[in-house]
């Protein structure tokens, strides 16, 4: 799975003729092992654990040209910083999100996606997309109660 993403990420930065550098492909790797959401500074973190010669600018660009590639997928949790999940081939879902401890669960619920398109019909849109994040308190936290 991540060749074919190496690849595709290469034909868009040949694309924007752009190189894939030795940076890139180890910031791409990184990402790609990574699970979860991750902010830029976190990706520059493990990146820089790797290869300290890494500039955090590097990796800010190179996240910004997975995301316009599609491998990267920028999610808003309304915590102020940008977040980011894997993007390509993954199957579409929503999340949970701790307001105290700030767990992220990704849930996909059929029942939920269906409702959306009937609504965005019965207002008369075409969906393109959409992102639904659920906030409340986790079993972990309501446990601490």
Known sequence: MHRDQREVFREYLSSKRLKMTPQRMLILD???????HLTSEDLYQKVKAIDPS?????????????SDSGIAQEVDFSEGVARYEHGFNEDHHDHLICIRCRTTVEVADERIEQLQEELARAHGFRLTGHSMCLYG???RCRGKE
């Open 30 to 36: 990184v990402f790609l092992k990574e699970q979860g």
């Open 54 to 66: 890494v500039g955090q600018a590097t990796v800010y660009r190179t996240l910004k040209l997975l």
């Open 137 to 139: 308190v986790c079993p």
